[in-house]
């Protein structure tokens, strides 16, 4: 009864809240982002609150300190407290209670039953369907523990920064690239290192070598807009395309490339290399 109590006001001060941001109306109002963060914060609440207080120990509540700079030298510290919903089955029980049917579709929802016992549902119908790639024979998974020249591959903090390990990824990658056909994928953690890479490559002449064997196209750091002209190049130089030129009349033409089979060299260049951050 004592939680049941509260709701009514929380959800009369969501009211006061709207009512507070309404620019239009006279005399002081709140900012959009007071007015979203107070509603944030009375949606926890009644989600905290809800069901008679069932859920109350489905929440943490944490204080979290980052150091940030102030000026050109100084360093202050700021104090954020959060309160931390750890139950998905929270929320998604008031949805599945307002609808008359939710259908979850995604390619990670294995296993099924950890999953629907996470959200607190029982789902009546489920249906996984196989993979489109047939794991015995198109996956292969290995781990490299060493380079051509037998020097160990440890990409960890300590040695990232070492040049003898930056050459030996750089061959171990051109000899993949010789080996596998169609379109190489190399994540790399961050982009620090990644440029790191570029830079040395670029200096030992490994970056050349690289583009010997597939072109090389590196992701940007910028936009989606930027992405998508550096995968269409990628993707072209898998097909055996050149970029679109004007033909004749001022109409555009994709032009394949010819590979000749006879020519060891051309044929080692087939598909492309790809180098991207695994933001995973």
């Not at 005399?27 to 107070?38: E, F, I, Q, S, Y």
């Not at 207080?53 to 979290?64: F, K, M, P, T």
């Not at 037998?150 to 051109?174: C, M, P, V, W």
């Not at 994540?187 to 200096?203: A, G, H, I, M, N």
């Amino acid at each position: 009864r004592y939680y049941s109590c509260i709701l009514p006001n929380i959800a009369g001060m969501c009211d006061e809240v709207k009512a507070a941001s309404d620019t239009e109306s006279e005399g002081d109002h709140l900012t959009g982002r007071g007015a979203m963060t107070l509603e944030s914060l009375f949606s926890s609440l009644s989600h905290f609150f809800g069901r008679n207080g069932r859920h109350l120990y489905d929440y943490q509540l944490a204080i979290q300190r980052f150091a940030h700079r102030e000026g050109t030298s100084a360093f202050g510290v700021r104090n954020v407290m959060s309160l931390w919903c750890l139950n998905p089955a929270v929320v998604f029980q008031d949805i599945a209670d307002l609808t008359h049917s939710v259908i979850l579709t995604s390619g990670t929802l294995s296993p099924m039953g950890s999953f629907a016992s996470e959200l607190g549902v029982q789902f009546d119908a489920c249906m996984e369907a196989p993979h489109v790639i047939d794991a015995d024979s198109q996956v292969f998974a290995s781990v490299l523990s060493s380079g051509p020249t037998t020097h160990r591959l440890n990409a960890s903090y300590k040695t990232a920064d070492a040049y003898s390990f930056q050459d030996e990824l750089g061959a171990s990658i051109e000899e993949i690239c010789r080996i596998v056909p169609g379109g190489a994928l190399v994540f790399f953690p961050s982009y620090k290192l990644l440029d790191k890479l570029k830079v040395r490559w670029s200096q030992t002449g490994q970056w050349a070598r690289l583009n010997a064997r597939k072109p090389v196209f590196v992701e940007p750091r910028g936009s989606t807009e930027e992405l998508e002209p550096v995968l269409n190049g990628y993707y072209n130089a898998i097909l055996g395309k050149v970029p679109l030129k004007k033909g004749r009349g001022g109409a555009k033409q994709i032009v394949k490339n010819r590979v000749r089979k006879n020519s060891s060299q051309e044929s080692a260049k087939g598909g492309a290399a790809f180098l991207a951050v695994c933001r995973g």
